[in-house]
């Protein structure tokens, strides 16, 4: 069975404020599987789902129908809870609603107390997801007069301090600014490389997505796509149609493709596309 | 003339504190009437407290803003005018919305300027059609719509005002692609329409390159430049450097004019991008057709 396991999962939110109470079903039979250390970005318009998705995987919302497992434990037991919370952390989009302490690794060890690690332990996970980050030289600052990115980068801190197998990320870089962005995703991306950490990375940034090992796409809380990031970005009609989009540079790729040019619908990275483009431009008046 | 104007305006947080903060330095810009502007700089370099001074939000520490040709804060009964006449919409407007309908919440600002019934009623009208609200959407609650619908809503009642100036911090943030274009395109929309001058905070280069014609970039509390687009984005480097970029697509062109090809780097929208690529590739089939005959 897969690290993250799940088959025919259905959630639906009761608006129990109405009388009767209203039933939105947000998905709807979604069968998912993650092997570990796979970096998986997770497309969808706003209210396809996929943020709801994320939450069924570290047990915050339980299947109403269907099963999700992580490592062989089903959310849906309650003795499971605090066993896969310690195995997939959760990142959200706001960095300000996640910081709780005045001290950045005060913020960074708040679980670890919580879970009854030992102080000297604590003291070495501390430091050392920090340093993981990068935010070592920023343990006695106070997180508020961080940046976003580097609060986004504290959040993930004190995430990768419980030595999860996972992490699911719920778009975090879309409060941040381009240099934010780009610490927060090479962040994740070494987690990934080099400490073999599964990643689940929600975002609404193509050229984010495409950074992935596979791209998932959820519409109407049904998975339509799942597969690499170059099958999913080359049907740029459908992703469109989708309310989605596709770097920039496969829209360029794509559209001289279709032209009749001798170039791959398949381009997704910005090396790929100056490669693809000089050779074609080498030998025209520009060249 | 002018619609915006500073003079060495100046703005620090907590001066005399130890927590002394310089958020805007010595900042001297004029914005033209009916420009469409963009506001770009790293999380901190002080874009939002600059745009709070608009519209009479913050009070210099020193210097002066002159809205209209006039200056703010002479005489502070002169502030509630400049209000209407600049518009603020602040990042996720939608958590402001408080009335129990979308008419009366688009409504709210109108009837403070003290407009009659049947004024008022036009504007909501007016404005909720060109947000693509429907009539129908009008009654109900706005907590009854999806995010991107409420985000509409606020904007809207914002833009019922008329102001002069309407100013948006990140309107697209949070939103699906989508959303994003919808959002942005109906801000393009209110500017061709009512010529008024709207700046655009975002930290999205992409959506700067396609929608504004010019572009403010703040940088550690100064203002950097003041420019059109084209100029602004020819400085990738130095943009890079303050922890900003430019286009995916202007990369890509800048690199490969590095490898020494000849192609202008004047790049920021996929749409010129095609063009000049069409345009190029063209003229090599006709020169390949010349070789052949």
Redesign the interface.
């Known amino acids: 069975m897969s690290y993250i396991h799940i088959r025919g999962l259905e959630f639906s939110y009761i608006n129990e404020a109405e009388e009767p109470p209203v039933k939105n079903t947000v998905l709807k039979g979604i069968d998912l599987d993650i092997e570990k250390g796979e970096f998986v970005a997770v497309l969808?318009?706003?209210?396809s789902g996929k943020s709801t998705l994320a939450k069924c995987i570290n047990a915050i919302n339980t299947p109403e129908k269907g099963e999700v497992t992580v490592d062989g434990l089903d959310t849906i037991r309650e003795e499971n809870l605090l066993p896969i919370r310690k195995r997939v952390g959760m990142v959200f989009?706001n960095p300000d609603n996640q910081i709780v302490a005045t001290i950045v690794e005060e913020d960074v060890a708040f679980a670890l107390e919580n879970l009854g690690v030992e102080p000297k332990e604590i003291r070495r996970r501390v430091d050392e997801a920090l340093k993981t980050v990068g935010m070592y030289e920023y343990r006695m600052h106070a997180p508020h007069k961080l940046?976003?990115?580097q609060k986004q980068r504290v959040a993930i801190a004190g995430i990768i301090a419980m030595e999860p197998d996972c992490i699911v990320l719920d778009?975090p870089t879309?409060?941040?600014?381009?240099?934010?962005?780009?610490e927060v995703m090479k962040t994740i991306k070494m987690l990934n490389r080099e400490k073999g950490v599964t990643i689940v990375l929600i975002t609404?940034y193509?050229?984010e997505a495409a950074q992935a090992d596979r791209v998932v796409v959820i519409d109407g809380g049904e998975k339509i796509m799942d597969s690499v990031p170059k099958k999913v970005f080359s049907q740029v009609d459908v992703m469109r149609n989708l309310?989605?989009?596709v770097?920039?540079?496969t829209?360029?790729a794509d559209?001289?493709n279709k032209?009749g040019?001798d170039i791959s619908g398949e381009i997704i990275t910005?090396d790929e596309?100056?490669q693809a483009?000089?050779g074609?431009?080498?030998?025209?008046?520009?060249? | 003339m002018a619609i915006i104007k500073t003079e060495n305006l100046t703005y620090i947080y907590g001066d005399g504190t130890p927590f002394r903060k310089v958020a805007v330095d010595d900042v001297n810009l004029e914005i033209d009437e009916g420009e469409m502007v963009g506001i770009i700089g790293h999380t901190g370099s002080g874009k939002s407290t600059l745009i709070q001074h608009f519209n009479g939000l913050l009070k210099p520490t020193s210097g002066s803003v002159l809205i209209d040709g006039e200056r703010l804060w002479d005489d502070k009964s002169k502030l509630r005018p400049v209000r209407f006449k600049v518009g603020l919409v602040f990042q996720y407007p939608e958590y402001q919305l408080f009335e129990e309908t979308c008419y009366k919440d688009i409504g709210f600002g109108p009837k403070n300027m003290g407009l009659d019934n049947a004024e008022v009623d036009r504007r909501i009208k007016e404005t909720a059609k060109m947000v693509g609200i429907t009539a129908d959407m009008l009654d109900k609650s706005p907590f009854e719509l999806s995010g991107g619908q409420k985000r509409r809503v606020a904007i809207a009642g914002v833009m019922a005002m008329e102001p002069k100036v309407l100013i948006l911090d990140e309107p697209a943030s949070g939103l699906d692609p989508k959303g994003r274009d919808q959002i942005l395109g109906l801000i393009k929309e209110y500017h061709r329409e009512k010529k008024n001058t709207v700046l655009l905070v975002s930290h999205s280069m992409e959506d700067i390159a396609k929608n504004v014609s010019k572009i403010l970039v703040m940088n550690k509390a100064k203002l950097y430049c003041y420019d059109d687009t084209r100029t602004v984005f020819h400085r990738a480097a130095q943009l890079e450097e303050m922890g900003l970029a430019v286009p995916q697509i202007t990369r890509v062109f800048n690199r490969l004019k590095a490898m020494g090809l000849d192609i202008g780097d004047d790049v920021y929208t996929t749409k010129y991008a095609k063009e000049l690529l069409l345009k190029l590739l063209a003229e090599k089939k006709f020169n390949r057709g010349i070789e052949t005959d």
């Open positions: 969808g318009h706003n209210g989009q940046s976003g990115g778009e879309a409060m941040l600014d381009p240099k934010g962005r780009s609404h193509m050229e309310g989605l989009d770097p920039q540079v829209e360029i559209f001289l032209q040019y910005e596309c100056v483009l000089y074609l431009l080498k030998d025209t008046a520009a060249g």
